[in-house]
């Protein structure tokens, strides 16, 4: 079968490689999938920097949705039937280590990935164990749909008319011309989940995860609906890329904020970010390598604004950018509230160093959180993706053949492709 391959840091190729199944079998236990839509992430651009922890040669794509084609002899032929829609969880846990046993399943000392650490959805078919396999569920029509239109005043009458015409029995007019009949796009029904949108359900289980790390710290609880109104709701949102939008839109969904501001250096991402809830937007400064570097002239500097938006700072910053440099701006500049909260959601390189006080952080009482990964938040993902209250489908802004992944790659290297770029089948 046809895949991409990272055979090492820096070399991307699309080459035959040998069908799974074919090369080994299909284990009692396991799925094959004919995949539809791969998603691609900064974790596929770090393990092509040789900056994450790849096995090379390795087959990338961790966000994925597409049909079930093959299923072992021990999956539930009800479940998963061949032809099935699906996505799945590529986060591998052992269910056994002490992190495992008390809720962490995502630092298990045994974790595998697949596009990771093991054969990813950048390829024609991936196989993947039974449990971690989630069917699609159906989505509400899109607001768009419109429902048949009930009949005219016109159309109305010409039936009066003819009923009393057969009565009479003189001749009738015409019959009005029927209805069309109404079409997929205009019936109010449900609709499968496209697979797209499925394809982000795997970082929209990040993000989920991300927003629970956040209630956490700030001791509003970890549900979805949890506002953040009781530590006075100001939110700020660096880098507003897919996963940024993602976090706009929950800041929107949790509901208590009293400002959402996205900060990026991109100003049509701002403007989306305006069209998903954020109330303020900030261009932040640009530099040639795409870090922020506080050097820029004074008429780009965003510190006078984030004085005006919130004078104390925000109680919650989120950090999706990946920049160190944003990283430290949030900190030293006093952009986090006296007993707020900093999110490190975006990856940074391994071997990135941020400038840090301590004695900051201890006088102003900081919590600084990481987020890594899915944290048993995969089937809430796939739940809030299907219900249609987050506009996910707009987050895809390329989608390109197999064939073009090196390129792809090399673009989003460059900063080339506007938001989430995928493969599609």
């Not at 104390?312 to 701006?329: N, T, W």
């Amino acid at each position: 079968m046809r895949a991409a391959v990272i055979e090492q840091p820096g070399v991307v190729a699309i080459r035959d490689v040998p069908d799974p199944v074919a090369e080994r079998g299909l284990g009692p236990d396991e799925v094959e999938i004919e995949v539809k839509a791969a998603g691609l992430c900064g974790t596929d651009w770090h393990i092509f920097r040789g900056e994450h922890g790849g096995v090379y040669p390795i087959i990338p794509g961790h966000e994925f949705a597409g049909v079930v084609s093959r299923t072992g002899s021990r999956v539930d032929p009800q479940r998963l039937p061949p032809g099935t829609p699906v996505t799945a969880n590529p986060n591998l846990a052992c269910g056994q280590c002490r992190f495992c046993r008390t809720g962490r399943p995502n630092h298990c000392e045994r974790w595998q990935a697949i596009g990771v650490t093991l054969p990813g959805a950048f390829a024609e078919r991936v196989v993947v164990p039974q449990q971690v396999v989630f069917p699609l569920p159906v989505s509400p029509a899109p607001a768009s749909a419109v429902r048949p239109k009930a009949p005219t005043p016109a159309s109305t009458a010409g039936s009066q008319a003819s009923a009393a015409s057969a009565q009479t029995g003189s001749k009738s007019p015409a019959p009005p011309e029927p209805a069309p009949a109404a079409t997929s796009s205009q019936l109010a029904l449900p609709l499968p989940l496209p697979f797209s949108v499925a394809a982000l359900v795997e970082p929209l289980a990040c993000v989920i995860y991300g927003w629970q790390r956040a209630r956490q710290a700030l001791g509003t609880g970890g549900g979805v609906g949890v506002g953040l109104g009781t530590l006075g709701g100001r939110v700020l949102i660096l880098g507003v890329g897919p996963i940024g939008l993602m976090h706009v839109q929950m800041a929107t969904l949790a509901g208590g904020a009293t400002s959402i501001v996205a900060a990026d250096l991109r100003p049509e991402r701002l403007r989306l970010a305006r069209e998903f809830g954020a109330t303020h937007t900030v261009l932040l400064p640009r530099a040639n390598a795409g870090e922020l570097t506080g050097d820029e002239p004074e008429e780009n500097e965003p510190d006078e604004i984030m004085r005006e938006l919130a004078p104390d700072g925000f109680e919650l910053v989120i950090d999706a950018s990946g920049s160190p440099r944003a990283l430290e701006m949030a900190l030293t500049r006093h952009w986090v509230a006296p007993g707020g909260v900093l999110l490190i959601f975006g990856v940074a390189p391994p071997s990135a160093r941020i400038n840090l006080s301590p004695y900051l952080v201890y006088r102003r009482d900081l919590t600084i959180a990481g987020s890594f990964a899915v944290n048993s938040t995969f089937q809430a993902a796939l739940e809030l993706a299907a219900s249609g209250r987050l506009d996910l489908e707009r987050l895809v802004s390329d989608r390109e053949p197999l064939d073009a992944f090196p390129d792809l790659l090399r673009r989003y290297g460059r900063g080339e492709v506007p938001l989430k770029a995928q493969v599609v089948y």
